[in-house]
């Protein structure tokens, strides 16, 4: 049973440049979360993705947005890159929406912009 | 004030010896809580996940809830040096229903040998 995948694992992008990260979900769910983890810092959430629309959103801007295709995966896509986006970028899945959902993470894409 | 709150350490215990990760979380309607592990450059791993009040049990590990004092801890006995790792705290945002976390900012916990 795979679990949840993300791609790449690192990247390197250079600012103002745009960037696109992938995440396949666990078998059988259905929910896809993206989160951003600084140096040090807890993970914060950007948005999640259910039944292809966007349920909810963090505080971040309008350049981070999203997708998820009828396959259950999802994208990410940051636009204009600031160097204050470098971090790890983390896809989580889960099944049905609900407070008691466990969520599962992928391993991570390491997004470094110079 | 932070919504999750967790001292950031490192929390340095003994092997064989008991390590207390405590949390505290702001938002009285919270209704579920989770314990991830995270190695050095890894993703948070899922471990434990607590709903009621009182304690609940998995292996070494114990994680104990306490709504009406808005607080999370988890218990690692027999500790390991293999537990070296971050803890992270999350809580599940209690004024939605979405399964939105909000974690806290870790504790790095060493266990020497």
């Known amino acids: 049973d795979a679990g949840v995948t993300q791609s790449p694992t690192h990247l390197i992008k250079t600012r103002g440049q745009q960037v696109t990260l992938r995440c396949s979900p666990k078998s059988g769910h259905d929910t896809v979360s993206w989160y951003q983890q600084a140096l040090g810092q807890g993970p914060q959430f950007i948005f999640q993705y259910y039944e292809e629309e966007e349920r909810q959103r963090g505080n971040f801007p309008d350049r981070f947005s999203g997708h998820q295709f009828p396959n259950y995966s999802s994208e990410l896509n940051v636009n204009a890159l600031l160097l204050g986006d470098s971090a790890l970028y983390l896809c989580?899945?889960?099944?049905?929406?609900?407070?008691?959902?466990?969520?599962?993470f992928g391993q991570g894409t390491r997004l470094t912009v110079v | 004030q932070k919504e999750v709150e967790q001292n950031s350490g490192p929390l340095s215990v003994p092997e064989g010896a008991i390590a207390s990760l405590n949390c505290t979380y702001s938002?009285?309607?919270?209704?579920?809580f989770f314990w991830y592990r995270q190695y050095s450059g890894k993703s948070p791993e899922l471990i434990m996940s607590i709903y009621s009040n009182g304690d609940k049990e998995d292996g070494r590990f114990t994680a104990q809830l306490n709504k009406a004092s808005q607080y999370v801890s988890l218990l690692i006995r027999d500790s390991q040096p293999s537990d070296s790792a971050t803890y992270l705290c999350a809580v599940n945002n209690g004024s939605s229903n979405t399964g939105k976390l909000i974690f806290g900012q870790g504790t790095t916990l060493q266990v020497k040998p």
């Open positions: 938002d009285r309607g919270s209704q579920s």
């Open positions: 989580a899945s889960s099944f049905v929406v609900s407070m008691n959902t466990e969520a599962f």
